[in-house]
């Protein structure tokens, strides 16, 4: 079982930053590839990052590549996201994600992903 708790949210204008991190707990939380989220009001969920529990595998949706930047310290249990250069759409609630299973990096689908947190709230006014 892993406990995910993501902090760091806020308002921030166009343009602007913000890192976001997503604290696990659990015996193995080191062991699990995590994935960032974002839900938008009357979207659907969509995924922006992932990380490999290693960090050797990493990736971004299009729209964040060169912007956003995933990473992780897991003698700290914890997967951050670096977000520069926000956009008014990318207002959202933002999650962090695990699959079930130790090792695997599971794809960009929400269903492979059985351990979310609560989420943290990101606005960007335009």
């Known amino acids: 079982q892993v406990q995910l708790v993501e902090s760091g949210g806020g308002l921030v204008q166009a343009g602007g930053s913000l890192r976001l991190s997503c604290a696990a707990s659990?015996?193995?939380?080191?062991?699990?590839?995590v994935a960032w989220f974002r839900q938008a009001p009357g979207k659907e969920r969509e995924c922006v990052a992932r990380?490999?529990?290693?960090?050797?595998?990493?990736d971004y949706a299009n729209s964040v590549k060169g912007r956003f930047t995933i990473s992780r310290d897991n003698a700290k249990s914890t997967v951050y996201l670096q977000m520069n250069d926000l956009k008014p759409e990318e207002t959202a609630v933002y999650y962090c994600?695990?699959?079930?299973?130790?090792?695997?990096?599971?794809?960009?689908?929400?269903?492979?992903?059985?351990?979310w947190g609560q989420g943290t709230q990101v606005t960007v006014p335009s």
């Open positions: 994600a695990a699959p079930i299973q130790v090792y695997w990096l599971p794809s960009t689908s929400p269903s492979d992903y059985s351990y």
């Open positions: 659990g015996g193995t939380s080191r062991r699990y590839g």
């Open positions: 990380i490999s529990w290693n960090s050797d595998a990493i």
